[in-house]
């Protein structure tokens, strides 16, 4: 139980397009979902929190209007990067939770911006 | 603040060997600690997750301990297998927050 997709798993992007990352619980409703982004050799940092229906709470120094959040429903999450650069080349995590102290993670997405 | 700290960074060893892996933390008032296992490209696996409560966990050849008044926790990893070879991530989540905090990872090479 507890399983979290992410699609896709790898994006390659031309600068200046966007691109939609999906995150869903599989087999649970996911109250909250998390994104976090991973560079090379880093640890996870946490970007955004999402609740189902309403709008998503950013961390300092993430941009809302270049990482918009939809949590449309209780078992899906998506990040659009928009306008995409070069320095937004990352691994992209997400992880639910039902409500709880626990998060369930998912197998992440790799975009590269050329 | 929170702050995880993961010693060593790397670590290469030969198959068979028992390995420790530390995590240290500067805020001992945590909720839970969990460890992760991150394979290249890939996204976390849990492996085990200790509550403020508890001393440690086990499962298989992984035991983790936790203390938390010198905010230390160990992940023991008995006879090593090459398939072990992995990042290790360490997680706090503080007390009064939902948010675990990322330590930035063992990267282990078990050779054959």
């Known amino acids: 139980g507890a399983v979290v997709s992410q699609h896709p798993s790898r994006v390659i992007c031309k600068s200046g397009t966007s691109v939609k990352i999906e995150c869903r619980s599989l087999?649970?409703?996911?109250?909250?979902m998390f994104w976090y982004r991973q560079f090379p050799k880093q640890s996870l940092m946490l970007m955004a929190t999402s609740n189902e229906g309403s709008k998503a709470t950013y961390e300092q120094g993430v941009e809302k209007d270049k990482f918009l959040i939809n949590h449309a429903s209780l078992t899906l999450s998506t990040l659009t990067v928009t306008s995409a650069h070069p320095e937004d080349s990352s691994f992209y995590i997400c992880s639910a939770s039902t409500g709880g102290r626990e998060q369930y993670f998912g197998p992440g997405t790799r975009l590269t911006v050329t | 603040k929170q702050e995880v700290t993961q010693i060593p960074a790397a670590l290469s060893v030969p198959e068979g060997e028992n390995l420790v892996l530390n995590c240290s933390f500067t805020d001992s008032a945590i909720y839970n600690l969990q460890w992760f296992r991150q394979d290249p490209g890939k996204g976390l696996t849990s492996l085990l997750l200790?509550?403020?409560?508890?001393r440690e966990q086990t499962s298989g050849r992984l035991n983790a301990s936790l203390d938390k008044s010198s905010g230390r926790s160990t992940l023991y990893i008995a006879a090593s297998q090459p398939g072990d070879s992995a990042t290790y991530l360490c997680a706090v989540t503080s007390g009064g927050s939902y948010i675990p905090t990322f330590g930035r990872g063992t990267s282990l090479i078990v050779h054959p």
């Open positions: 087999d649970f409703q996911a109250t909250t």
């Open positions: 200790i509550q403020s409560s508890q």
